[in-house]
């Protein structure tokens, strides 16, 4: 039972915003919750959980975990957490570990590869499940550190969708935590006492040095402006074509101009 408290309603609060801003959750949707045994999908979880109680339209939730297979994967607690908590479940199996070690090219990203294994795996849990949606636990911090490693690392602007339509054409993938704070998260899983369990990865911790010092620049500055989180991800939803420097987007905004 989640304690009913200032900052459990606050999430939820800003999680309903969400919903509701991008048309996130519609009647008779049946959603595939991706559940690793963290933080954030933990939260995720059960805050769509307590939406769906008082939401004016009827959705279904199904917790999906996909094992990786990696060896100390601790899923017993995570399934047995989900049952007590009469959660919607399926559990699934793969032998993702034993194609990485295979099939991935050297010096490539590991955490890359293991991650697209594990959305297509995802995918296919979804179709066999019925699901039409798949919810993500990305939070609003990592919406803004992807904005930072496109810009800083790969010279392009652009983040993450809170809502979008699957290469599969078939499922539509949604992040409902786009507008909560990871450090909200953080303490929402302290007070709640969420069994967090890692992913059991051979490499946790040292692919991800770019994203660590994301968030420490971000800690930094947010130190500095304790708005800074907030005015980023509101610029997200603000963009000015006319200020920016994309070519293509330039000519055709030029055309529409020519043709009024």
């Given at each position: ?26 009647d008779?949707d ?10 954030d999908s ?5 805050i769509l ?46 032998n ?22 594990r ?6 849990v ?20 992807t ?10 602007l ?14 539509t ?6 507008y909560?704070e ?53 610029a ?9 420097l ?15």
């Open positions: 039972m989640l304690l009913n408290n200032a900052l459990f309603r606050k999430v939820k609060r800003l999680t309903g915003q969400a919903v509701g801003d991008f048309n996130l959750i519609e008779g049946r959603i595939a919750v991706a559940v690793s045994g963290g933080k933990y939260a995720l979880l059960h959980a307590q939406l769906q109680r008082r939401a004016p339209i009827n959705y279904e939730l199904i917790a999906v975990n996909v094992d990786a297979g990696f060896p100390g994967y601790r899923k017993g607690v995570l399934e047995d957490y989900l049952m007590q908590c009469g959660f919607q479940m399926h559990m699934e199996s793969t993702c570990t034993e194609i990485i070690e295979e099939k991935r090219r050297p010096g490539s990203s590991y955490c890359a590869f293991c991650a697209r294994l959305r297509g795996v995802l995918y296919s979804a179709d066999r499940l019925g699901c039409n949606k798949i919810a993500l636990g990305h939070h609003l911090d990592d919406f803004i550190e904005l930072l490693l496109n810009q800083f690392y790969v010279g392009k652009a983040a993450m969708s809170p809502k979008l339509l699957a290469d599969n054409k078939r499922h993938v949604i992040r409902p935590l786009v909560v990871e450090s909200d998260i953080i303490k929402l899983a302290r007070q709640n006492e969420f069994p967090v369990i890692d992913c059991g990865c051979p490499v946790m911790g040292q692919e991800d040095q770019k994203r660590q010092r994301m968030k420490q620049l971000l800690t930094e500055l947010a130190d500095e402006n304790p708005y800074l989180k907030r005015s980023m991800i509101r997200l939803s603000n963009v000015q074509p006319r200020h920016l994309d070519r293509e987007l330039a000519r055709l905004m030029e055309l529409d101009e020519q043709e009024g």
